[in-house]
């Protein structure tokens, strides 16, 4: 037999054949159909997270915005009233009710500051975290009244660089602690931080005032400070202990926290 003629034998189909098409091709066709509506489903999918990404961009950053306002118009209405109460002192004539407030103005400006030094951590990775305290024990001291010259307000321990994402609550806990302190001490207040020889890190508060109550249990505390205390001391995954002062006198409030627990 001639070569071309076998080879139109082996390639060609009989006109009368009833199969159009062989039935690897069908499902190869099938396979390709099914493979298409998933594409379809997940560009679809693709598109409905892109476009919830986009709006929780949107609203974070508004958050952001809302967030700036209102600490901006909480430092003018503080600055506000620090000008109306220096404007008082001013054109009072009364030497007593002059001076009242005159220290009324020195108080508001000055939390004004320390509101600041608490938010100014936002935008930073990291702080030198004693420079950080004694700012703001700075600045509590001159809010404090001034009925016991006596008082001193100091930090001490070592130079402690943490991030900020655990500097800030820790700031609110001390100014929390320093000003219960100023409450109820009269003579030395001291602000320690501290490095433990595994790695922990401490930062305590201790004075010399009448000390705590025998059955004094802080979650049962009905007051707002202790509570904020305790909820940012469970932010930064830390341990909150309590107990004499120096020399068994006053109180001392501790935090022990792990650096790498606080800021992840």
């Given amino acids: 037999m001639p070569a071309s003629s076998s080879a139109q034998t082996q390639c060609q189909r009989p006109n009368n054949c009833l199969v159009t098409m062989c039935s690897a091709i069908a499902v190869y066709e099938q396979e390709l159909q099914r493979h298409r509506e998933t594409e379809s489903q997940l560009q679809e999918s693709v598109l409905r997270e892109s ?36 404007a008082q002192s001013r054109a009072n004539k009364n030497p007593e009710v002059a001076a009242q407030l005159s220290i009324a103005a020195n108080r508001v400006a000055t939390l004004g500051r320390i509101h600041h030094h608490l938010h100014a951590l936002d935008k930073l990775e990291s702080v030198e975290f004693r420079q950080y305290l004694e700012k703001l024990c700075h600045d509590l001291a001159d809010m404090a009244p001034n009925e016991f010259p006596e008082r001193s307000l100091c930090v001490e321990g070592a130079e402690l660089k943490i ?39 401490a930062l305590s508060v201790s004075d010399n005032g009448p000390g705590l109550p025998t059955a004094f249990d802080p979650a049962a ?33 501790s935090v022990a926290f792990k650096p790498q627990d606080a800021a992840s």
């Fill in 221 to 253: 505390t009905p007051g707002l400070g202790m509570k904020i205390i305790a909820a940012l001391v469970r932010q930064i995954r830390g341990e909150l202990k309590f107990g004499a002062g120096d020399q068994g006198e006053g109180t001392r409030f």
């Fill in 163 to 201: 991030a900020s994402v655990a500097a800030i609550p820790l700031g609110f806990i001390a100014s929390e602690l320093i000003t219960n302190s100023i409450k109820y001490a009269q003579g030395k207040i001291t602000v320690r931080l501290q490095t433990m020889p595994n790695g922990d890190c």
């Fill in 51 to 86: 476009d919830l990404l986009r709006q929780k961009d949107e609203l974070i950053q508004q958050n952001e915005i809302m967030a700036k306002e209102s600490e901006h118009r909480l430092l003018n209405g503080l600055q506000l009233i620090a000008s109306l109460l220096t």
